[in-house]
């Protein structure tokens, strides 16, 4: 990365990337329904995938050398469709490529840009250039602005959709066994295209429509040639001569292949009566109020200032139009983890969007809603009553085939009732708790009432797999009970806020007493001779992990040891007792945090991209301000510099959220409880500033630290209630500024990280 890189624009050349899949990930524009990675326009044997739409997947049967009762059956992948946004160029008969192009995606704007210097071969000198956007308003569509200049004449041509796939007309793919993606219609005229798609095996399928706009400098000679599959675009340029083309595209996806025709054409009937300045105009419109309302500012660090951006301007790309579908873990950036959805939506990206993107949360939280017949049959398999959420899905659907993390990963179902109350709290919306919290966390607490059963010293919840995949199947995982109890009582306080909804569940006072008294009796495993909180029951028994040899320093350890010796040591993938004291706080005190802290630290390895976001929250809290800020520029640069070298799969959708809420849960201590905002800023060593803004009810306000002192500004609505270090401060219309103080706060040496594992670390 160069030393002040433009805060607002990522410029592929400065990219420190060494796979061209990885680029093309890091520049994908998106919305969450719709995604079109950075790749070329033309289709290449090794350009990977180019548009992916988040209702588009197919079936594929799970394998097992040993089927035992409650595997999943089929898994669901996200399949790449077809471009119709691309435009295949040549001049002068050769192909135009993108190898040298210049690619800027910016951040302010929601646009890339490309410009290609070309040289024919017979030498003529021409420049293209294309703007392309994928709406943020218009879940639907991709615009895009090519122009061309002649510096000496040349002709060009352009052919719409290069890689159609062209249908036959009898739909022989209808016939095709195999799983995958068959083009089953197609047409191409002048005016525009149109192709139709479906998964032989899913159903799923789409309609892509597109349209063109031609306009020509004076002595510009254009021409349309129709062929039996493509309509071609010819253009004869004299020096200095220049041509434009718009291509507008709708893609419309689902199951009712005879309507989808219709929506795509009204989609893009729409897009093109509002014209390129219009959809330029709402990009803009929806970007400037995503930065007025999360935009971070640092101080001190113009690396991190243009990644921290860059973090949630792909967050917000992967949640802005989830209705129906809800956030992929990789977004729609590739298809890495087959397009699935993860718990980890709820846990790290649905934090951030209910102070940024609000409606995307509860959109998200809606689509679960609409899963629970899934979840509830799912239960029913396992013999439980409630709802089991999948630990990976795209429909809704259990989809891993490796059960010790993926079926015994119960604490799924808490991740989501966390997230529904935590969007209530933050955002007030009593409509949304009452229609979608009450039927999740009523639903999943039954669930643990089921799962775990009462001893004499307490309810425990056995034979169940935490955050840390290289810890499964035990009994009282901290994590998965802390979060349990919080869902227990959840559930009980909603029933009663709601009874006549509740009582249409269900509910009855019984049932309410039983899940307080569950949650009252959980028992969080804990080693009284450490004086530290147990990941599970006897984890602090187990035999460490040797770090001491090359052999056994060699990461991710799971491509280099066998499970069976990871699930007997202490040795830690991910945070996971560390996730507990940072979304379960209330738990521990901060000794008890500092004293677990110092212990998982040392054998936390982060082999997976979730850990960091926890570890830089509970560092800041506990007295490590640089650690969490090492950490929180690790999950910032993750995919901007390949940490993990597998950006080409997708990004860390995850991880980039995960730099918001190191920055503003960490170094700004912010943490909701009983309805106040509390926050206890401070910063690292290397930053002078930090601002950022945070959401209660329907006001906001911005948080601006400097060292030594805060200011707190009431900016949109009536009132905020918070506390800065404890102290309460009451932001009003009259008295909307507050100034505090810093207060000096304990350092703390910080514990080391495992070899070859600080913070940062680049896996290639």
Avoid at 462 to 491: I, K, S, W
Avoid at 562 to 582: I, T
């Amino acid at each position: 990365m160069p030393d002040r890189p433009d805060p607002w624009r990522v410029r592929a050349a400065q990219l420190d990337l060494d796979h061209p899949g990885a680029a093309a990930s890091v520049l994908t524009l998106a919305n969450g329904a719709l995604g079109v990675r950075g790749v070329p326009d033309s289709p290449a044997p090794d350009r990977g995938p180019g548009t992916l739409l988040a209702g588009v997947w197919e079936e594929f049967d799970h394998t097992y050398a040993e089927r035992a009762y409650g595997y999943p059956l089929v898994d669901e992948r996200l399949l790449p469709v077809v471009d119709a946004w691309a435009l295949g160029w040549a001049a002068d008969g050769a192909p135009v490529a993108d190898t040298g192009a210049t690619r800027v995606l910016d951040l302010r704007r929601g646009l890339l840009e490309r410009e290609i210097e070309v040289r024919t071969p017979g030498g003529a000198r021409l420049t293209l250039t294309a703007t392309r956007l994928v709406s943020l308003v218009r879940r639907e569509v991709v615009a895009t602005r090519w122009h061309v200049r002649a510096h000496d004449a040349a002709r060009v041509t352009a052919l719409p959709v290069p890689g159609c796939g062209h249908a036959d007309a009898t739909g022989a793919d209808d016939l095709d066994p195999e799983p995958g993606l068959g083009t089953t219609h197609c047409r191409h005229e002048p005016g525009g295209s149109v192709v139709h798609q479906r998964a032989h095996r899913s159903g799923r399928a789409l309609a892509a429509r597109t349209g063109h706009a031609v306009r020509a400098g004076d002595g510009t000679r254009v021409a349309w040639h129709p062929g039996p599959h493509a309509a071609t675009l010819h253009a004869d340029l004299p020096a200095g001569g220049w041509l434009e083309v718009e291509v507008l595209a709708a893609y419309a996806a689902g199951t009712d292949a005879d309507a989808l025709d219709g929506r795509a054409g009204r989609a893009l009937a729409e897009a093109r009566a509002a014209g390129w300045d219009r959809l330029l105009r709402e990009q803009e419109a929806a970007l400037d109020a995503v930065w007025e309302r999360g935009d971070v500012r640092v101080e001190g660090d113009d690396v991190l200032q243009q990644a921290v951006r860059y973090a949630l301007f792909q967050v917000v790309q992967a949640s802005a139009r989830v209705e129906g579908s809800g956030v992929r873990a990789k977004g729609l950036a590739g298809t890495g983890y087959h397009g699935h959805t993860f718990w980890d939506s709820e846990c790290f990206v649905l934090p951030v969007l209910d102070h940024v993107l609000p409606e995307a949360a509860e959109a998200h939280l809606r689509w679960r809603h609409g899963t629970l017949a899934l979840a509830r049959e799912r239960a029913a398999e396992l013999g439980l009553p409630g709802a089991a959420f999948p630990w990976r899905t795209i429909s809704g659907r259990e989809c891993s085939g490796y059960w010790p993390a993926g079926t015994a990963a119960f604490h799924v179902g808490a991740d989501v009732a966390f997230a529904a109350a935590r969007h209530v709290a933050t955002t007030g919306d009593e409509d949304f708790a009452r229609e979608v919290g009450l039927d999740l966390l009523v639903a999943t607490a039954r669930l643990w009432a089921g799962r775990g059963h009462h001893a004499a010293d307490g309810f425990h919840l056995d034979g169940v797999t935490g955050p840390d995949e290289y810890t499964a199947v035990v009994d009282d995982n901290a994590y998965t009970n802390l979060m349990a109890r919080r869902n227990l009582r959840g559930a009980a306080d909603a029933a009663e806020r709601f009874p006549a909804e509740a009582g249409r569940l269900g509910v009855t006072a019984d049932e309410r007493a039983a899940w307080r008294r569950a949650a009252d009796r959980m028992v969080v495993p804990y080693s009284p001779d450490l004086g530290v909180t147990e990941q599970h029951a006897g984890f602090t028994r187990h035999a460490p992990w040797d770090f001491g040899t090359p052999e056994t320093a060699r990461y991710p350890l799971a491509d280099h040891a066998p499970f069976v010796e990871l699930y007997r040591r202490q040795v830690v993938k991910q945070a996971d007792l560390v996730l507990a004291l940072h979304l379960a706080g209330e738990a521990f005190d901060t000794e008890q945090k500092r004293r677990d802290f110092a212990y998982y630290e040392p054998i936390t390895v982060r082999d997976s991209s979730l850990s960091a976001p926890a570890q830089a929250v509970v560092a800041a809290e506990v007295g490590h301000p640089d650690l969490a800020y090492a950490y929180a520029r690790e999950c910032a640069l993750i995919d901007l510099s390949d940490l993990r070298a597998s950006t080409e799969g997708g990004l860390h959708v995850a991880s980039l959220a995960g730099a918001w809420t190191a920055l503003v849960a960490g170094l700004g201590g912010l943490r909701h409880d009983h309805g106040a905002l509390h926050l206890a800023p401070r910063l690292p060593r290397r930053l002078t500033r930090l601002v950022f803004r945070v959401l209660q009810g329907g006001a906001r306000a911005e948080v601006d630290v400097r060292p030594g002192a805060v200011t707190y500004r009431l900016v949109a609505g009536d009132a905020v209630r918070l506390t800065h270090h404890g102290e309460p401060v009451h932001l009003t219309a009259d008295q909307p500024v507050a100034e505090r103080g810093v207060p000096d706060l304990a350092e703390h040496p910080a514990p080391a990280q495992p070899p070859g594992r600080p913070p940062g670390f680049d896996a290639t």
